[in-house]
C-alpha cells in the first residue's frame, strides 16, 4: 500500500461537511460547487473539425493525427462539460443527483479526476488540479498545430547512431 493510497483512504473517511473538516464553513456542496464554475469557466470551446477541413486541403500524416487529437479533446471537453452541467442541476435541485453525479461529485472534492473523463482522457495519475492544467497545455499546444497546419520544426540534430533500425 503506497502513502498515497493510505493518506487517499483517511481522507475519504473523514466527514464531508464543512464545520467538521474545518473549511472554512463551506460545505462540501458548496466547495464543489465552487470548482464545477471555475472547471466550466476554464474550459475551451470545441475544435471546429469541418471549418478545420475546409482550411486544409493536404492530407500528410501530420494533419490526419492533428484532426485525431482535436476529436479526442472534443470527445474529452464535450464530456467534461455534459457532466459538470448534469451536476450543476442537481446542486441546485433541479435534477436528482445520480449516482454517476454522485461519483462525480465525491472525485471533485477529493481532487481525483472523475472516472468518466478518465475513459475519455489520456493516461495521467496526476491529480485533478494539475491533470486540469496539464489538459489545459495540451489544449493549447494543440490549437497551435491546427492553426497553419505546419510540421513543428525540430530543435535538435537526430544523429544516425540514436535511431534504431529495427
Known amino acids: 500500500m503506497t502513502s ?10 473523514q466527514p464531508r461537511d464543512g464545520a ?6 463551506m460545505t462540501k456542496e458548496e466547495k464543489v460547487k465552487g470548482l464545477l464554475d471555475e472547471i ?6 470545441e475544435f471546429n473539425i469541418l471549418e478545420m477541413l475546409g482550411r486544409t486541403e493536404d ?13 479526442r479533446m472534443n470527445t474529452l471537453t464535450s464530456e467534461m462539460k455534459r ?11 433541479e435534477l436528482t ?4 453525479m454522485e461519483a462525480t461529485m465525491n472525485s471533485l472534492f477529493l481532487d481525483k479526476v472523475p472516472d468518466n473523463w478518465t475513459a475519455r482522457a489520456y ?10 492544467a496539464d489538459l489545459q497545455l495540451r489544449i493549447k499546444e494543440l490549437e497551435g498545430w491546427v492553426t497553419d ?12 547512431s540514436t535511431l534504431s533500425p529495427s
Request: aromatic share 10%; glycine share 8%.
Open 149 to 160: 497546419f505546419t510540421l513543428p520544426m525540430l530543435s535538435g540534430w537526430l544523429d544516425s
Open 97 to 100: 443527483i445520480s449516482n454517476e
Open 4 to 13: 498515497e493510497h493510505l493518506f487517499r483512504t483517511v481522507l475519504e473517511m
Open 40 to 45: 466550466t469557466e476554464r474550459l475551451p470551446e
Open 83 to 93: 457532466s459538470l452541467k448534469e451536476l450543476d442541476l442537481g446542486l441546485k435541485g
Open 20 to 25: 467538521a473538516s474545518g473549511a472554512a464553513g
Open 123 to 132: 493516461p495521467s495519475l496526476l491529480p485533478l488540479g494539475a491533470w486540469f
Open 59 to 71: 492530407r500528410s500524416p501530420y494533419t490526419v493525427v492533428a484532426f485525431q487529437e482535436c476529436e
